[in-house]
């Protein structure tokens, strides 16, 4: 049976506040649950794939059974009234203001947060694969059960006509659909295998589309690094951008922090031409996914190709040509002595900069295709290193299950969900009857705030201070958000017991900033 574990540790793993909000999922092979819960269980499955494409979004209904479970509540009591008229008045509002508050603290776990879902792109999860797969981790991280529950999530969520759309409610679009087709068959599944035939609809929605050869920058890159493209068919993305100076507007340390932890290692990968083992199942994948035969491709034709359900803007002629510019002449030139050795460098100075932010974030980084890409970069440097062994052992953060599968999070959103709920708590007049659920929730806002600013000299690794703020998620991860913040420090002010003398010291470090 699935158990949902909260703020636990383990090896290779460090913390600032023993774990506080850290959520895993761990399959117990000697626990099979009781025949009400695996009924309660298989019958949540089964209704969300025959409805999967009417309600596209799952319940957590695994999550919250256990949760109820842990804190004695029973998800069957205090149903609403089943008349089929009711009086509207302050009684009949209160007493269901108060059913929905009781079973919001059944669902609360120990630590104080609430768990829960968090997909955010169809592609997530297919990027962690690859990597999984490329530094040959996928059978020693992910379990028989692990892989068996992303199959299921990712045929649940693949659309009527064999894609898969960018988001659960999207229309199908090459790079979900190349990336998990893709990862499917790097999780065992066959060509011809699949519900309903899934797998030859999914090649074939990708053949009818042009092939892999139409799919956006983001997927040439991940194909290129598993081997099934060619990254002379990749628009250049230079690493010698990073010895820039800071003032430079083309710096990649300028770059809103997301797009900067994105872009600075698929520049590292870019820079080394990094290719996985060649396996078979690489090079059946460079038979399916391509129309044309691999090696009569013409990558440089290649490049520029996108499916126009990609196409969400039309490339300027100013990009097209700096493009070209790079592709036919930066590239070369960078490649030619003495001017070579500014590529060492570069790449050098890039796996610097992200080994600093895999350690200030404890290997969790900003988000989960943020992970995926540093993770690879990091085994590319040294698939033996200390380093990689702890981003793996952070894989499992990202990994939520529900009654439609396991998928990668794109991240967790604890100490902004713990905010608003307490808030709005707070707001109710029945709030005093809830002091349990405000004092756990209390106490992870407490543990949950970052009491340090980043390592060494921050400035020059383009990171703030962040002593006295909020992340968005956990406090081990580092990167505080100032809204994410003030929405903590107005819960701090709205609660008596922030209102110490330590606590009145701490408000004003999150004030501080935020200026």
């Known amino acids: 049976m699935w158990k949902l ?261 698929m520049s590292y990968l870019y820079g080394k031409k990094f290719v996985g083992p060649i396996t078979k199942l690489v090079l059946s994948l460079r038979e399916e996914l391509h129309i044309h035969p691999y090696k009569k491709i013409n990558w440089k034709q290649a490049r520029k190709l996108c499916a126009k359900e990609d196409a969400y803007h039309p490339h300027t002629w100013l990009q097209e040509c700096l493009s070209d510019c790079l592709y036919s002449f930066g590239e070369p030139f960078l490649a030619c002595w003495p001017v070579s050795h500014m590529r060492r460098r570069a790449l050098q100075q890039i796996a610097d900069f992200l080994k600093y932010e895999d350690d200030i974030s404890r290997y969790i980084c900003i988000g989960a295709a943020q992970k995926a890409l540093s993770m690879l970069c990091c085994w590319s440097e040294d698939p033996n290193s200390d380093a990689f062994k702890r981003h793996l052992a952070r894989v499992a953060d990202f990994l939520w299950l529900g009654e439609d599968g396991m998928k990668v999070r794109v991240c967790a959103g604890q100490s902004w969900d713990v905010a608003f709920a307490v808030q709005a708590i707070l707001a109710s007049n029945v709030a005093e009857e809830f002091g349990t659920t405000l004092r756990k929730a209390h106490h992870f806002i407490k543990a949950s705030q970052i009491v340090d600013n980043p390592s060494g000299d921050f400035s020059r690794k383009y990171r703030h201070i962040s002593k006295g703020g909020w992340a968005f998620q956990v406090a081990d991860q580092g990167w505080q958000v100032s809204d994410c913040t003030a929405e903590a420090l107005k819960l701090c002010y709205c609660s008596q017991s922030f209102r110490q003398i330590s606590w009145v010291i701490r408000w004003k470090q999150a004030a501080s900033m935020m200026r």
């Open 5 to 265: 574990k909260i703020a636990e540790g383990g090896p290779w793993l460090t913390s600032g506040n023993n774990h506080v909000g850290r959520e895993t999922w761990d399959f117990d092979q000697n626990d099979a649950g009781s025949s009400e819960e695996r009924d309660a269980l298989d019958a949540a499955r089964a209704e969300f794939q025959k409805n999967r494409f009417r309600t596209r979004h799952s319940s957590d209904v695994l999550a919250r059974m256990q949760l109820a479970k842990k804190n004695n509540f029973s998800l069957d009591q205090q149903k609403p009234n089943d008349e089929a008229t009711v009086d509207i008045n302050v009684a009949t509002v209160s007493e269901a203001l108060r059913r929905a508050l009781g079973y919001f603290s059944a669902i609360q776990a120990h630590d104080g947060h609430w768990p829960g879902d968090f997909p955010g792109p169809l592609f997530t999860t297919a990027t962690m694969i690859i990597v999984l797969y490329v530094t040959e981790s996928l059978g020693t991280t992910l379990s028989s059960e692990h892989r068996k529950e992303i199959c299921r999530y990712l045929y649940n969520r693949q659309n009527i006509d064999g894609g898969w759309g960018l988001h659960a409610e999207g229309e199908s679009s090459m790079l979900s659909s190349a990336l998990n087709y893709t990862a499917l068959r790097l999780l065992g599944e066959g060509a011809d295998d699949g519900p309903d035939m899934s797998m030859p609809k999914a090649w074939k929605w990708i053949h009818d589309h042009g092939g892999a050869t139409m799919i956006p920058i983001l997927g040439k890159l991940w194909l290129s690094v598993l081997g099934v493209f060619d990254w002379s068919g990749v628009n250049p993305m230079p690493p010698e951008l990073f010895l820039l100076p800071s003032f430079v507007p083309i710096q990649p340390g300028r770059l809103w922090s997301h797009f900067r932890m994105a872009f600075i290692p």
